[in-house]
C-alpha cells in the first residue's frame, strides 16, 4: 500500500501562483509513476499532469500546458505540482495518484491522496 497525502491549497487570485505537494508513505515510491487529477464541483474527475518513474517524461492536459509543471523528489517521495497564471477554471479539489503509467494515463491509479482544494478568485 502507498498512503498519499496532498497539501498546498487553498485560495489565490486569478494570476497568481500555487504548489502543491503530495508526501508518499509505505511502498517505494521511485517505483511508481505519480500524477494529480483534479475534480471541479459538478464535473467528472479530469487528468491533470503525469511524470514518470525517473522523472524524465511528463504530460498535462491542454488547458494547462505551459502553466503548470509536475516534478517529483524520490529522496524525499514528494511529487510536487507548480501551477502558474492560475485562472478561475482551475478551481476545483485536486488529487495525487499513483500508480502504473498505462493505469495513471487511463484514469486508473493504484492510490489516490484525499485531495486538496484550490480556489482561484477572479
Known amino acids: 500500500q502507498v498512503q498519499l497525502v496532498e497539501s498546498g491549497g487553498g485560495l489565490v487570485q486569478a494570476g497568481g501562483s500555487l504548489r502543491l505537494s503530495c508526501a508518499a508513505s509505505?511502498?517505494?515510491?521511485?517505483?511508481?509513476?505519480m500524477a494529480w487529477f483534479r475534480q471541479a464541483p459538478g464535473k467528472e474527475r479530469e487528468f491533470v499532469a503525469a511524470?514518470?518513474?525517473?522523472?524524465?517524461?511528463?504530460s498535462y492536459v491542454d488547458s494547462v500546458k505551459g502553466r503548470f509543471t509536475i516534478s517529483r523528489d524520490n529522496a524525499k517521495s514528494t511529487v510536487y505540482l507548480q501551477m502558474n497564471r492560475v485562472k478561475p477554471e482551475d478551481t476545483a479539489v485536486y488529487y495525487c495518484?499513483?500508480?502504473?503509467?498505462?493505469?495513471?494515463?487511463?484514469?486508473?491509479?493504484?492510490?489516490w491522496g484525499q485531495g486538496t482544494q484550490v480556489t482561484v478568485s477572479s
Open positions: 511524470i514518470t518513474l525517473s522523472g524524465i517524461m511528463t
Open positions: 495518484a499513483g500508480g502504473t503509467w498505462v493505469g495513471i494515463v487511463t484514469s486508473k491509479p493504484n492510490y
Open positions: 509505505g511502498r517505494t515510491f521511485s517505483n511508481y509513476a
